[in-house]
């Protein structure tokens, strides 16, 4: 995946651990001595093993690891120069989640070789979306969860996101997204 990706993870371990965890992470995935860069292109083996190692260290599962990277995610984009491509897509998750492929075809001016997923939103309620994604890698979808947590966030409202089993066989993943607005 584009380095854009592995450096939002590289930022959340320098926050949260510091700069010898990520040393670690880096090493054990053949980058000490490497700067990541946002706009070249890694392997996705390597995307995953950051998300692996990060995890031993935090004493997480990779799932619950992708999470959290998921939610961070949204602040990452948000403090990054593609925070307008955010805050111009929609005004509340549910636009936001319809507007996601747009979202993804603008930033392949910046990522011209990307393999975005695909999203589909299908209002349930006022509050409520059915998400459907489709994507060509495996294994994502607590990422997806983490991230759609965050857009609740960014709106300033509660999110939850439920796993729907998926009827049709095509689709990688579905999930309820729900939000509410946020309490105290
Ligand atoms: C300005 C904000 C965003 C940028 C610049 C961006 C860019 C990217 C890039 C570069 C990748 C890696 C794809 C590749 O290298 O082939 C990616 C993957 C991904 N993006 Fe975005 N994205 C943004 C926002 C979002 C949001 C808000 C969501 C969902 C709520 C999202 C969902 C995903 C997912 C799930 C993947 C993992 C790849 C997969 O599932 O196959 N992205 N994005």
Not at 22 to 30: D, T
Not at 36 to 59: C, H, K, N
Not at 159 to 174: F, I, K, M
Request: charged content about 20%.
């Amino acid at each position: 995946m584009y380095g854009m990706v592995m450096k939002s993870i590289e930022s959340y371990v320098l926050r949260n651990l510091g700069p010898t965890a990520w040393n670690v992470v880096a090493a054990e995935n053949g980058l000490e001595f490497a700067s990541l860069i946002a706009t070249e292109g890694y392997p996705d083996e390597q995307t995953v093993g950051l998300v692996v190692s990060s995890a031993r260290l935090f004493d997480l599962t990779p799932a619950e690891m992708l999470r959290k990277l998921g939610d961070y995610w949204i602040d990452y984009a948000l403090a990054s120069p593609m925070r307008e491509l955010m805050t111009g897509n929609g005004r509340d998750p549910g636009e936001f989640i319809t507007g996601l492929n747009a979202l993804h075809v603008r930033t392949q001016l910046v990522f011209p070789q990307m393999r975005p997923p695909e999203f589909e939103a299908i209002p349930e309620s006022e509050q409520s979306v059915r998400v459907l994604y489709w994507s060509p890698r495996a294994g994502l979808e607590p990422f997806v969860e983490g991230l759609l947590m965050g857009v609740a966030r960014m709106f300033g409202v509660q999110g939850t996101v439920e796993r729907l089993t998926s009827l049709g066989s095509e689709v990688t993943a579905e999930f309820r997204f729900c939000w509410a607005p946020a309490h105290g």
